[in-house]
């Protein structure tokens, strides 16, 4: 199984960027997709998340700036983050759940990380 993240970089504060996250190795569609991160010496944050049929669930420090998405049956998913902030500085990770739809932000509901992509908001 390889998650795989792209589209980091940095962005000026209000700016916008999109992310993705391609998914392979599953011989079905995962139920539960999405994004964590960490900012530099923090612990991790779960971000954003999108279940198999379109159920999301946001942080309340992304609400109304970020909006996470995926289309039809494919293993990928994608973040936009508009309006940014420093706050949003960090690693993005993208997760996956097999077997549950979205229900939490605990990181160790999630089998499957991605190796991160880097987004700086100056």
């Known amino acids: 199984v390889q998650l795989v993240e792209s589209g980091g970089g940095s962005v000026q504060t209000g700016g916008s960027l999109s992310l993705s996250c391609q998914v392979s190795?599953?011989?079905?569609?995962?139920?539960?997709l999405g994004w964590f991160r960490q900012a530099p010496g923090k612990g991790r944050e779960g971000v954003a998340l999108?279940?198999?049929?379109?159920?999301?669930m946001y942080s309340d420090s992304v609400k109304g700036r970020f909006t996470v998405s995926r289309y039809g049956t494919q293993n990928a998913v994608h973040l936009k983050i508009e309006n940014a902030e420093p706050e949003d500085t960090g690693t993005y990770f993208c997760?996956?759940?097999?077997?549950?739809?979205?229900?939490?932000?605990?990181?160790?509901?999630?089998?499957?990380w991605g190796q991160g992509t880097q987004v700086t908001v100056s």
């Open positions: 190795g599953y011989d079905y569609i995962a139920i539960c």
């Open positions: 997760v996956a759940d097999r077997t549950h739809y979205c229900h939490t932000f605990d990181g160790n509901v999630f089998e499957d």
């Open positions: 999108i279940d198999k049929y379109g159920g999301t």
